[in-house]
């Protein structure tokens, strides 16, 4: 196992060959390599200096999802929050050897003392996040603790913004989402039920899908399964690809066909604010296996 931390992103490799790369910036981790194979989408004009959220990989999406509601705590926060713009510490790492393969977690810690001012005032309470990031032998696992630091009890959601790398839209599907209710935002927020074992998406995409049943979202290439993404204690999964228009409206997003390459398969606490009272932490999960 060999982990370089050269200040702005920290590196591993395990014996299998397999590396996972974190941005000390957002804690976003920007790649994720198994059997020689990149699992994540990177715009190729994503900033990775810190000057804005990463176009890619997996951005950290906490206390907010979205926009903020107005006359919220949240209001005054910038889309997403501020947990994916803010510089995370490198908190070290641990090893475990087993029998199959050797497997290495990182761990990243954001404080509310660590960050801006801006952010300071705009959400004025005292919390800990831990991100714990696991590469084993074909599986990336990420866990979030967010503790409750101060007096106060305080609302937020959290969701992993994850740029899964398919090799073509138009050949990929979605199955594990039957029967489950979603808000089309897209449609105006329509809700809807998922009646496609196994959903196409042929156009622009933005739906929450709320309490799924099943944890685990399959993306199936070509009719063969691709990737495993599977809920720890999150309740809800978003599905987004921003198809052609949108992508042509994002500076970062380039190329401007990569929507055809890429899926975003969120999962997240969204649909409903989760709350820790003073002293209580929560936390939550996600373990994306790669099936190639
Ligand atoms: O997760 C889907 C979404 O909320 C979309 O509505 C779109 O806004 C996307 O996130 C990207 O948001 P960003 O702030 O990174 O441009």
Known sequence: VNVSDDNSKVTATIPSGDTVEVLLYGATIISWKSNGTENFWVSDAAKLDGSKPVRGGVPVVFPVFGPPPKNHATSSLPQHGFARNSRWEYLGKSTSESASDDSVKMDFGLYSAGLSEEAKKAWPYDFGLVYSVTLTKGELSTILTVRNEGKEGF?????????LRIKDISTTTISGLLGTSYVDKVLDARESTESN???????ETDRVYKSLAQDTTTVVENGSPRFDVVRKNF?????WNPWTEKAKGMGDFEPKTGWREMLCVEVGSVAEWVRVEEGESWEAGQTIKSLV
């Open 155 to 163: 609302d937020f959601n959290v969701l992993l913004h994850t740029y």
């Open 197 to 203: 074992s196994d959903l196409r998406i042929t156009g």
């Open 235 to 239: 309740r809800d999964t978003v599905i």
